[in-house]
């Protein structure tokens, strides 16, 4: 008969698990799918059902065969992992290239260091990255909501972050004209202006939102990350803007590209970042400041995937020099 064991007090007991949180965070982003699934039709949805189809497929076949090990793919993350790759992927993606991203996200990112708990990089991130860098042409070409013709043949073209990248570099703030106003690019309305829609998650920063409010009141996740994150950005942006009126307002920054996704539910993973509250608020405000300045001063139009990805990698470091207290700790006498 097993006995039972009981181990030394104090005791806790709640019901938050690696199931619960994985779905929790699934459910979240349901908003975002349905607005890019609306905006960009087939096309987003084949790229997303490829994409998780690839990480869930390469996860099982990778601990099964490689690792010789029981696959764990009800815990969610391998469905995660595909759905962040896919939404920071253009909708008229080739398939090929989309497979590729989900091997490098799950064999590399992840499986090569053990697998979920032990990644220090975000996988989706690491797999966005890499294709970007591997296949520019495709990775940057936007269509154009509300013009698309099939999945394979839309009409593209620049996104506002490209705008407003153009505007810095020839120094003219009359072409940030071009940019649609703050209130539809929150709903995701850019077609108005004819401009590339972005990536899938990008599209409505509105149904993000949504998604945060809802893990927020789950306790997924707390809101040191995302606010430390969008408040650097809204006040670097706000003094670049008001020094000089070729860098975009804070809203318009705040609301282009990948900020927010990337804000909201690839920096908050909990792999990848800082343990403690304080470490969390650098974290954030070090991806904020980062991704302001690849956006204006480096040579993509886009720097959050890249900042994330740096943060990740000081992410022991902070977890080394802000500690918790110890449960019943005294503080030491001056």
């Known amino acids: ?69 029981e696959p764990t793919l009800t815990d969610g993350s391998a469905v995660i992992t595909g759905l962040l790759l896919g939404m920071n992927l253009p909708s008229n993606l080739p398939l090929w290239i989309i497979i590729i991203g989900a091997l490098v996200a799950i064999g590399v990112a992840k499986m090569s260091f053990g697998g979920l708990g032990h990644n220090p990089f975000n996988p989706a991130l690491v797999g966005r990255c890499f294709l970007l860098v591997s296949f520019p042409a495709q990775m940057t070409s936007w269509p154009v909501i509300g013009q698309l013709t099939s999945y394979t043949d839309a009409q593209t073209g620049a996104t506002p972050l490209a705008v407003m990248k153009m505007a810095i570099k020839n120094n003219d703030a009359s072409l940030l004209n071009q940019l649609p106003d703050a209130f539809s690019m929150l709903i995701g309305n850019t077609s108005a202006a004819n401009m590339g829609g972005g990536a899938l998650g990008e599209v409505c920063a509105l149904a993000l939102i949504i998604g945060l409010c809802f893990m927020l009141w789950r306790k997924i996740i707390t809101w040191h990350i995302p606010v430390s994150i969008l408040a650097t950005v809204l006040v670097f942006t706000g003094l670049l803007h008001l020094a000089n009126p070729v860098y975009a307002n804070p809203l318009h920054e705040l609301l282009s590209g990948g900020l927010m996704l990337g804000a909201i539910f690839m920096a908050t993973d909990y792999v990848t970042s800082p343990m403690t509250h304080k470490g969390q608020i ?6 904020g400041f980062l991704t302001v300045v690849i956006r204006d001063w480096g040579s993509y139009p886009e720097g959050m995937s890249f900042a994330i990805l740096i943060m990740n990698g000081f992410t022991p470091l902070i977890n080394h020099y802000i500690k918790p207290k110890r449960f019943g700790e005294v503080p030491a006498k001056k």
């Open 1 to 69: 008969m097993d006995k039972l064991i009981v181990s030394l007090s104090p005791h806790a007991h709640g019901t938050d698990s690696v199931e619960r949180n994985m779905w929790g965070v699934i459910i979240a982003l349901i908003p975002a799918l349905l607005v890019s699934f609306a905006f960009f039709g087939l096309g987003s949805v084949v790229v997303c059902l490829t994409s998780v189809a690839a990480c869930v497929f390469f996860e099982w076949a990778i601990t099964k065969y490689m690792l010789k090990e």
């Open 282 to 287: 650098i974290y954030g405000i070090a991806i």
